[in-house]
């Protein structure tokens, strides 16, 4: 677990003057429980607000894993890598922003390291769903392989491959996976309405 929270501020552009909120967006409860004498809080609260903040901008994910706060058991049940964890951390982060230096902040963090990745008129569709609805139609299977990751920590590149019956159908690049599959879903979706792939 890394305790050295400046890089995270440099990430993320936001430096806190509340360190306590900064502290308390990456707690998970395993960790306050394991630390109540210490009267340690969690994300519980801040997640709720994040999740408001979010919801009023949009939404995507930015992956804080080296900097959560978690208890031992949830660290040994690989914890550190489970997308909704990452994701609470996200929402708890970004309800610690908007506490600490409003909403303007909180937006402008939103719109710069998560929305940036995904093109406007792809927010409001979701091509995973819509791909897995098509080939299902036919009995056929998909699967998503992460097949690419360059970058830094805190500016990874992730490239996913989608695979329709054990063949490629597309694959799509992106700043956390969850982009990246969904750009993987649209290629393919606009291969089979090429026709140049079978299901």
């Known amino acids: 677990m890394k305790t050295d929270l400046s890089l995270l501020e440099e990430i993320t552009g936001y430096h806190f003057k509340d360190r306590k909120l900064l502290l308390t967006a990456l707690t998970h409860t395993s960790y306050a429980n394991e630390h109540r004498r210490e009267n340690v809080r969690h994300n ?3 997640e709720f607000l994040g999740d408001a903040v979010l919801e009023t901008v949009s939404s995507e994910y930015l992956g804080l894993p080296d900097y959560l706060r978690l208890g031992r058991g949830e660290e040994q049940m690989g914890g550190r890598l ?14 610690a922003m908007y506490l600490d230096g409003g909403f303007d902040c909180a937006r402008t963090f939103i719109l710069e390291h998560i929305l940036g990745d995904l ?10 769903t819509a791909l897995q609805e098509l080939v ?9 392989v992460l097949v690419g990751e360059d970058g830094p920590d805190h500016a990874k590149t992730f ?11 597309g694959r799509g690049e992106g700043r956390t996976k969850k982009a990246a599959s969904q750009k993987a879903a649209k290629a393919a979706l606009g291969t089979m309405k090429a026709g140049t792939l079978c299901t």
């Open 119 to 128: 093109r406007k008129e792809d927010l409001y569709r979701d091509n995973k």
């Open 82 to 95: 489970k997308d909704s964890i990452i994701s609470d951390a996200v929402e708890s982060l970004i309800g």
């Open 136 to 144: 299902q139609q036919d009995g056929g299977k998909i699967e998503y």
């Open 44 to 46: 519980e609260r801040l």
């Open 159 to 169: 490239t996913i491959s989608v695979l329709i019956n054990g063949e490629e159908a």
